[in-house]
C-alpha cells in the first residue's frame, strides 16, 4: 500500500522530468522536492516500533525547506523580469532547452 508521499514522489517525479527543457532552477525545484518525498517515504517504510526512521524522516525535512527556498527563489525569478524590475534573477538554462541553444547560437554580425 501507497503512502501519500510515496504517491507525492512518483507525480514530482513525473513533473521533474516535464522540467528537462525548463531552467536548471526550475529542475533544481522539482529535483529537491523529490527528494523530500522519497525521503520521507523511505522513513515510514523503515519504521520501527511503529515510529518512522528518525534521520530520514529529518533528510526528508531539510530537501523541503531547501525545496521550499527554490520556491521562493523561482517565484521571484518569475516576476522581476525586464518588463518590470531593474534587475534579473539568474536562472540558468538548460544548453538543449530552446532558450539555451538562442543563447549559444553565434551572433550574425553584419558589417556595413
Known sequence: MLTSS???FIFTTILLFCTLKSTV???MLFFTLDLCFM?????YLQSSNGAPNK???????GFGILAAFLAWY??????????NS???IPVAHFP????GRQLRAPKNEHVA
Open 25 to 27: 532552477a526550475f529542475f
Open 74 to 83: 523561482n517565484a521571484l525569478a518569475g516576476i522581476a523580469d525586464t518588463s
Open 39 to 43: 525521503m520521507l517515504g523511505i522513513a
Open 86 to 88: 531593474f534587475f534579473i
Open 6 to 8: 510515496q504517491g507525492w
Open 96 to 99: 538543449w532547452s530552446e532558450k
Open 55 to 61: 534521520h530520514c524522516l529529518r533528510a526528508g525535512g
